[in-house]
């Protein structure tokens, strides 16, 4: 599935998109913290389809993944 | 505001910064509802803030030129914008149901931002004032909790941190 | 703000509406000033009330043409201006001492103002958001109990009563 | 003494000025009552050198007197 990577975050990772597959968001954070050096340290968010996510969710494939690191609007 | 008219897709985002002569307008616009008594609008500006600490450095990325940054020069705002546009199309029904409210619009800044300038716009306005005063503080609080904006802080001289509300 | 400029003598009285391009200006020109983060704005637009009751009509002075008057079509502003301009100086000194603002603004409509149109602007700013919204809700309240200004409510096919804050 | 009137006050009693000379506000202001038809039911405070007076206050000739009716700023 396609990962968007924002702010801080995509600057760690060097990119915006990343391609990964994972059954649950627990698997896919896991698979993120190794393609993201220093990921693990930081803090984030879990978006699924626009909806920030905190428990472990199923995924089947077609979801939106978005990790979000803090938020500075306004 | 009609039912329609509350649920219709709406995108908050301007390329660059937000100017006065639009905010003019929008106020303009108004004249022709006769119901209204009272407008509260706040905005946002990006501050020249001074870097306090070498901890605020942490998120930096490595710095080009100068290696002693001290004051942001600017803020480089980007989105998640869909989900932030449902996030918002979500605190201005909350907006609506909490306050009689006339109407309610919001905008803010994509890309780069110089201090000075600014950056975030949020107007509402009722028949008399405490709704429309408290409709703004709220919709202000919730933009800068929900949003997926995410902000940049480019130094003078070069390096960046990235901002983060508290 | 220094001293100097909190007790200089200034006259918060416009002849006719506000007009939003002056708003704009008013905005624009704080754009050299780094240290602001947020602007908090309060403006009064003249309602189209309706009259609800003969009691309302008590003190209105001789209906001329239509004997049934129904909406407000304008208010006549007179003031004090004077003891008004004393007031919101007193006012202005309270908002500085209780709130760390960079600025604030004040302006009040004299003559006669159409529904639609604006008539009263409050305007204050500061490194962060609470400090202008708490501003700015003080002294609109403190103005609207203050300050010796009238309202004379003119109907659409004559009559007229006097407006008073509650 | 010069009274300022204003508004209501004013328009009651067809004039925005009044000569009128008294040794206190309690005295100016039975003066006035007696010149402005219905003063007396209406609601006003009374200025002296442009501050709101409750209390009767002895005055010189030289103040600065006003009428006003309830304020509609804003």
Not at chain 2, 26 to 50: C, M, N, P, W, Y
Not at chain 2, 118 to 123: A, N, P, S, T
Request: one cysteine or more; charged letters at 25%.
């Amino acid at each position: 599935m396609d990962v968007k990577l924002f702010g801080l975050i995509a600057e760690k990772a060097g990119t915006e998109r990343m391609q990964l597959s994972a059954p649950d968001t627990d698997a896919l954070l896991r698979a993120l913290e190794q393609h993201i050096p220093g990921l693990s340290s930081l803090s984030y968010a879990l978006a699924v389809d626009r909806k920030i996510v905190r428990d472990n969710v199923k995924l089947g494939g077609g979801e939106e993944i978005a990790l979000l690191p803090p938020f500075a609007g306004g | 505001m009609s039912e329609t008219k509350t649920h219709k897709k709406r995108d908050i985002f301007v390329e660059g910064p937000i100017d006065p002569a639009f905010i003019a307008e929008s106020i303009a616009k108004h004249s022709t509802k006769h119901d209204i008594g009272a407008h509260e609008i706040f905005l946002g500006q990006v501050r020249a803030d001074e870097l306090k600490s070498p901890q605020g450095m942490a998120t930096r990325g490595p710095a080009t030129g100068n290696q002693q940054p001290t004051t942001v020069q600017a803020i480089e705002y980007t989105a998640y914008r869909d989900m932030a546009n449902e996030q918002m199309a979500a605190i201005r029904e909350e907006a609506f149901a909490r306050w009689p409210i006339t109407c309610l619009h919001v905008h803010h800044s994509q890309g780069i931002i110089k201090a000075g300038e600014l950056c975030f716009f949020v107007f509402a306005s009722s028949a008399h004032r405490q709704m429309a005063r408290e409709a703004v503080a709220y919709v202000t609080d919730e933009v800068k909790k929900r949003l997926p904006i995410f902000g940049k802080e480019i130094f003078q001289g070069g390096g960046h941190q990235w901002k983060h509300n508290t």
